[in-house]
């Protein structure tokens, strides 16, 4: 038993990881009867990594159709922004009252690896989603921290669709934000926070509106 979960955890953590920096592209079919073989392992923890990947909606299943990667919506990434100004204000301000000395010098480190002009685009953009993930832990609220790892693995998945949509806009923020938060001023955190999500939902929306004259995500989608 204990072997079936380990695979079926290995299957969904590289299926998911191939969701999120846009290996397996938005709309792609996911066949149970394929990814065993490029996985190597059989049929049963693909179809469980794949059921797990529904119920966290990086998946959907079309009834008569098949099981595909779930598309990117415009309206949605918007929504995705307007969430995050709602929480991570607040998971900042909390994580600034609970942060420990160890924990502030790891998000210091954290920010200064998300600004790293050496490290590739995609590489960034996971930093850039687990610098925010871990200001949410220390915030010390378990569904306050799901919440925002499902923003940004959606967040990241946008930003690896298009290799020229390149790193977070601007990670230069992180710093900003860290500083912030190691000076305990609840409004001071709120502000730079709401900034930097503004300024990010802006490039996004910029990016992905204006790429090859394309009008909406399902056009960039649509490109091969």
Known sequence: MAAK????????????REIVQAKLRPGAMLSDSELPDQYGMSRTPVREAINTLRREGLVIVRPKRGT??????????????ALRKMVEPEAAVLA?????????????ELSALSMDDTADKALLNERNAQLHVRIAEVAGIPL????????????????????????PEKAVNHGRLVDAIAGRDAEVIRTTALSGIERARSHMMNVLTSHSGA???????AET
Do not use: W
């Not at 600034?96 to 210091?108: G, I, K, P, Q």
């Not at 009008?215 to 989608?221: E, G, Q």
């Open 5 to 16: 979960v380990a695979m079926a955890d290995q299957a969904y953590t590289q299926l998911k």
């Open 96 to 108: 600034s009252e609970r942060v420990s000395a160890e924990e502030l010098e790891e998000l210091v």
């Open 144 to 167: 306050l921290t799901n919440a925002v790892r499902s923003i940004h693995e959606e967040i990241e998945r946008c930003l690896n669709l298009r290799k020229e949509i390149g790193r």
């Open 215 to 221: 009008s909406s995500v399902s056009d960039i989608v």
């Open 68 to 81: 595909f990667v779930k598309p990117i919506d415009f309206s949605e990434i918007q929504d995705l922004y």
